[in-house]
């Protein structure tokens, strides 16, 4: 008989675990990758595209996904563990030996009038409201983390005759260090986004009247779908499935998850935040660990760090915060032209790494997380 894994997701995460499963070459393993979008969205260009400066913020499938995988275009309403089955929106049942749990993030609940950029089709929307907007057009971006200050900045290099303003109720990017801020307000002031700060700006009511704005943003975070709680497997108070450190499902052993909506249930990982930088190599480890299970060995814990926060301030500007592994900042730091090649570089190595998995399985490698001892790093046998 053959084995079927099943990754639910098609994002970073997702595509990382189907590719390093199918490259793999097993005999028999079939590898299917469910997906409701027609493309591959790069969520990390999404600000470009939204702002106007890139045409487009997807790639194809075919382009990134190894040939022997599956794709059903279809969304996952219900998991049923005892069953080892997949409920799908059409109504297909889909059997799993194995499964990935990788369905990715989007925006929080969004005022009735705003717009967001987390997922192509508020990008679109967005986008298509910048372009409608006339000179003199005010844009009021809502967030302080990455996203929002990327977007505004984006925007303000782009269309230097519109209005932008950045409402945050912190400090803007509060991750990064005293110095690295002060210099990323004075290139936010360069592109003449006005930085309203530490006002906390309530969801209700008309957000245009409130911030005297006709295109909103709203950037103040990210939300996971709640297919997980739906199907009574664990979540956190955010709704993301639980994990253990080897990133299988406690309790379930078939059921593994990489990506934002997936959170190992273990104080010391929890400097792991939603990001791309998380989402690949989690993808690379629970396929690893589904290879390692098929062949009897016991699974490892998961290890990845991060080296630095790239932000974008437009094109020929940037920041980049370099971190610790546990993603704490260090004193160093680039700004301007420098960080922005930088920042594109990454952008561009996101997608060679995806890819260079179709080649070889355990082609990618990335950064390793806080130090481990060996007894640590092995756990208990994964299932067969």
Known sequence: MGTTAVVLGGGYAGVMAANRLAAAARPGLDVVLVSPGERFVERIRLHEYAAGVR???????????HPAIRRVRDTAVRIDAAGRCVRLAGGRLLNYDYLVYAVGSGA????????????????????????????????????????AVETAAEIAAHRGDLHVRLHTDGNPLPQVTAA?????????????VKLQSGVRVSGSGDPHLRLQADVVLWCTG????????????????????LLDPNLQVPGEERIYGAGDAAVIASPE??????????????????????????DGAPGIRHDSGFGGQCVSLGRSDGLVQFVRADDTPVRVHLHG???????EIICRMTLRWIRSEIKRSGAYTWPKGLRMTTAEQTQAPAGR
Do not use: H, W
Not at 337 to 343: D, E, G, P, T, Y
């Open 269 to 294: 990982y929890a400097y792991l935040r939603m990001s791309c930088a998380a989402a690949m190599p989690m993808g690379a480890d629970a396929a690893g660990n589904i290879l390692r299970g098929m």
């Open 222 to 241: 990210f939300g996971v779908p709640d297919l997980a709680s739906a199907s009574g497997l664990p979540v956190d108070q955010e709704g993301r499935l």
């Open 337 to 343: 032209r420098l960080a922005a090649v930088q920042k």
């Open 108 to 147: 929080l609940k969004v005022p009735e009038g705003a717009l967001t950029v987390q997922q192509l089709e508020g990008a679109e929307d967005t986008r298509t409201a910048l372009e409608a907007l006339a000179p003199g057009g005010r844009v009021a971006v809502v967030g302080a983390g990455l996203t």
């Open 55 to 65: 045409s487009d913020a997807t790639a194809s499938f075919e382009s990134v996904l």
């Open 180 to 192: 690295a801020r002060r210099g990323l307000e004075r290139s936010l002031r360069r592109t003449a």
